[in-house]
């Protein structure tokens, strides 16, 4: 990172299936100083009941823990901290009860995250651990409800996340802390099920395997701390003689490892099983370990976000070429979207550095549904924004930007949303203001004297009466938007001046 950052502080929560942990650090010499951490067993996802509810006592736990890291927080700047969600919260179907009563403790809110975000996130914390150079690695990285699998070299290239963790595999597989043969070859059976569509991208396209988080370091000091292996990186052989150790034994509790630390045994059964395969399947000779990992990668990617190396620029900007977007239509209706924006900035509920950005965004991307189809075009390309793979946004961004699109013509739709993505439209209103006054995709300038107001509940766009006579396509658009703008309790008005 540029050496301006070196003062700075900045602060990653991961909220993980298995365990939280918060990291706090700062950039010396673009090197990443490790502050303060703390981290807590929490074991999440073990309180996915079967309809994936969580249970009372593991939100009681998280919240327990989440009252801890509050307190290391306090007095960093809030727009640099990331929290950030994983496989559990993507999966409780009661998650939002959880992140209201999480988001009331902590200083900043809760980013839920897809599993190639987070593969990506993890890959550039274990990238910023070695040398730079041009060998391709492949990062593995087992988590309690998912596990990640990252190709890459100075960037990450292929990314998956399948749904295998060692907290859902020791509970599946392992029921009750009880060890045998037979649950241990149907573990691997079903993480080799659940690898066996990707085998092909990932196998033999690497120089170098590397491994990051807490099952796979733990299982790596657990054979070096018993000779289970003549070298430092986990083998194949060591993992065999340390899954004949475990069972030799009927039950977690009897295991009396060196290395193996007693918040690790219930769930190392099926962390064991899940590396197990993927060492066996994709034919890795040695796996070496890196003390980095997710949180790393999200200080580096928030301190690249607040000096103009944002990720999620470059994503926007890959959409906008693959999908053939008319770069200056975008252009024109972003920029007086933004323009506009201060006239009307109290009644928006988006935070303004945050409205400015989904304003540029929504503008460069509002036609991307014309790829697929003129007719419902916004539909289309909200869908699209919906369920890409977007690097550097989390699934409330996606949310926010694709409702924007959905919104920016036609009926105004008040879609089911996800946690904390309520519907802005004030900030609707005036993107839609934006492209109608662009829709007959005219080369031209708007006036400067044509500005909004917001006084209340209404919307004032005041424009000169010789523009107004000059464009009476437009003056029609606009007399029509004052109908569609009343569904929403909002009430537009145009002065001609």
Known sequence: MPQELAPEVYAALDLGSNSFHLQIARFENNKLIVLDAHKDMVRFAAGLGNNNELSAEARQRALGSLQKMAERLRGIPRDHIRIVGTNTLRTATNAAEFLEQAEAILPAPINIISGTEEARLIYLGVASDFSPGGERRLVIDIGGGSTELVVG??????????????????????????????????????????????????????????????????????????????????????????????????????????????????????????????????????????????REGIIHDLAGRLHHHDTRESTINHLVSQYHIDTRQAKQVGDVATRWLPGIQEQVLTEPREARQLLRWAAALHEIGLAIAHGGYHKHGAYILHNADMPGFSRQEQARLAFLVLNHRRKPKAEAQLYNVRPDWWLIALFRLACIVYRRR???????????????????????????????????????????????GIKLSVEAV
């Open 153 to 294: 070299s100075q960037l990450p290239k292929t990314m998956e996340s399948l749904d295998i963790g060692c907290v859902s595999f020791s509970r599946r597989f392992f029921p009750d802390g009880k060890l045998s043969e037979q649950g241990f070859k149907k573990a691997t059976k079903a993480a080799a099920q659940e690898l066996s569509p990707y085998i092909e991208q990932f196998l033999g396209n690497w120089d170098q395997a590397v491994g990051a988080s807490g099952t796979i370091r733990s299982i790596a000091r657990i054979l070096s701390d018993n000779n289970y292996t003549e070298k430092l990186p986990i083998t194949a052989k060591g993992l065999q003689t340390l899954r004949d150790e475990l069972l030799a034994h009927k039950h977690i509790d009897e295991l009396n490892l060196k290395g193996l630390s007693d918040d690790r045994k219930a769930v190392i059964a099926g962390g064991l099983a899940i590396l197990t395969t993927l060492v066996e399947e994709l034919q890795i000779k040695e796996l070496h370990t890196s003390g980095y990992a997710i």
């Open 442 to 488: 005219q080369k031209r300038s708007i006036p400067k004297d044509i500005d909004l107001q917001a006084d209340g509940k209404q919307l004032l766009i005041r424009a000169p009466s010789a523009w107004l006579d000059k464009n009476p396509l437009t003056r029609a658009d606009l007399e029509d938007e004052q109908e569609l703008l009343k569904a929403v």
